[in-house]
C-alpha cells in the first residue's frame, strides 16, 4: 500500500507518477467471468475452496448480525463469480470454534507497504486483535521495513518469528506481506518447518503493474523525500513488486509442501473505491478493472494455494481498520467501513480446521 507516502504530503507527487487517466479500458468490470490467475507454468495449479468458505463466512454474519463493523450480507461480502462451485460436499464447512478442543495456533499478522510508517495508525485487522484474542488465539503483528525490499523483509520476518518463540505458527500476510513471507518461507527452512500456514490477503503476488510503472519514479522519490517514523530502508519496496521481479522469483523458487497456503483476493468497481486510491484504480483498469486499486485480482493468487474467495472490497478495506483514524485518513479511506472482523474470523477457523 502507499499509505505512508499520502499520509506524508505526497498524494500529490505519487498521483503525478501514476499519470493522468487514459481512455476507457479495453475490459469492463464484469462478475461473469470464472476465476483466473498468473503465474509461471511450472507452479502448482489452485485449489478451489470458495463454496466452503463462503458456507462457512455466511454462517458467522448470520451468527454475529449487528454485532460485527461494517456489518452487510455474506452475499455483500464475497463475489460469487460465474464458475463458483454452488454445492459443498459433507465435511468441508469447519465445525464452530466453540465446539473443537485443540489448542489454537500462534497468529502472525504481517503488514504491506509502507506498513512500517503507520503502525501508529493501523496495522493489519487491528481491529479484530481484542476478537480474535477471546476466541483464544495468540496474535502477534510483526514488524518490518516500511521501505525495504522482500529479500530483506524476508529476514526481519525470520528474526521476528524467531523471539516469538512459539511452536508452530499461522502467517497471515497483508500486501507486500504477502511475498515478503514466501521468501521467507524459501530462504529459512528451519523457520518454515514451524510454519503450519500461511494466509495471503489481497496479496501482491505475481506483481503488480502499479510497482511497474512507479518503479524508477520511486527510487527517485525515495532518494528525496523523507517520511516520518519510516526510514529509508534499501530503497528496493517498490521495485520487487513489479511483475517481472514477483514472476522471476516465482519461477525460480520453490514452497515448502509442509506449508499450507490459503488466498483470499479483493477487487471492487470504481464506486467502492477509496478516494485515494482512484488513479491507481484507474491505471490498473487500462490492464483488467477487477482490482482492488493496487492489485489485479490474477495476480493476487499463490500457487498452489486454496482460494478462498474474492472480497468485495478495496486495497485498505479489506486488511487496515481506518474509518476511526483522523479526519485527513477518513476522507482518503472513503470506503473504508468492512466487515473486517467476521472476515478473518472466518479464514482462521477455515485454516485451523484445516490444519
Known amino acids: 500500500m502507499i499509505a505512508s507516502a499520502i499520509r506524508c504530503g505526497s498524494l500529490a507527487a505519487i498521483t503525478l507518477l501514476a499519470g493522468a487517466c487514459a481512455d476507457a479500458p479495453l475490459l469492463q468490470y464484469s462478475l461473469r467471468t470464472p476465476a483466473v490467475t498468473l503465474h509461471p507454468i511450472s507452479q502448482a495449479p489452485v485449489v478451489d475452496g470458495r463454496a466452503p468458505f463462503r458456507e462457512l463466512l455466511c454462517r458467522l454474519v448470520a451468527e454475529r448480525a449487528r454485532r460485527s463493523a ?132 489481497a496479496g501482491i503476488v505475481s506483481g503488480t503493474p502499479i510497482a511497474d510503472r512507479l518503479a524508477s519514479g520511486y527510487s527517485t522519490l525515495d532518494r528525496n523525500v523523507s517520511f516520518p517514523a519510516c526510514p529509508q530502508g534499501d530503497g528496493d519496496a517498490v521495485r520487487s513488486l513489479t511483475r517481472e521481479t514477483r514472476l522471476g522469483w516465482l519461477a525460480g523458487n520453490r514452497l515448502p509442501a509442509s506449508v499450507r497456503i490459503y488466498s483470499l483476493a479483493a477487487f471492487t468497481s470504481t464506486e467502492g473505491i477509496s478516494s485515494a486510491i482512484l488513479p491507481f484504480h484507474a491505471l490498473l483498469s487500462n490492464v483488467d478493472p477487477r482490482n482492488d486499486g493496487f492489485v489485479i485480482y490474477s495476480d493476487a493468487v499463490v500457487p498452489g494455494s486454496v482460494l478462498l474467495g474474492y472480497v468485495n472490497a478495496d486495497h485498505w478495506a479489506i486488511a487496515l481498520p481506518l474509518r476511526d483514524a483522523d479526519a485527513v485518513w477518513r476522507t482518503m479511506a472513503s470506503h473504508n467501513d468492512f466487515p473486517r472482523e467476521v472476515v478473518i474470523e472466518s479464514v482462521l477457523q477455515f485454516v485451523e480446521d484445516r490444519l
Not at 81 to 91: H, K, N, R
Not at 157 to 185: C, H, Q, R, W
Open 70 to 201: 461494517g456489518e452487510r450480507p455474506c452475499e455483500q461480502i464475497l463475489h460469487r463469480l460465474s464458475d463458483e462451485p454452488t454445492a459443498v460436499a459433507p465435511g468441508e464447512v469447519p465445525s464452530p470454534r466453540s465446539s473443537r478442543t485443540q489448542p489454537v495456533p500462534t497468529v502472525v499478522f504481517v503488514p504491506g507497504l509502507f506498513g512500517e510508517c503507520v503502525e501508529s495508525v493501523a496495522t493489519p485487522f487491528s481491529d479484530a486483535y481484542a476478537r480474535l484474542r477471546a476466541l483464544g488465539y495468540r496474535v502477534h503483528a510483526a514488524h518490518l521495513d516500511g521501505r525495504s525490499g522482500s529479500a530483506h523483509n524476508a529476514r526481519m520476518l525470520n528474526d521476528a518469528l524467531a523471539d516469538i518463540g512459539a511452536d508452530e505458527f499461522v502467517v497471515v500476510a497483508y500486501s507486500k506481506g504477502v511475498p515478503d513471507t514466501l521468501e521467507m518461507l524459501a530462504a529459512f527452512p528451519e523457520t518454515a518447518a514451524k510454519v503450519r500456514a500461511v494466509v495471503s490477503i
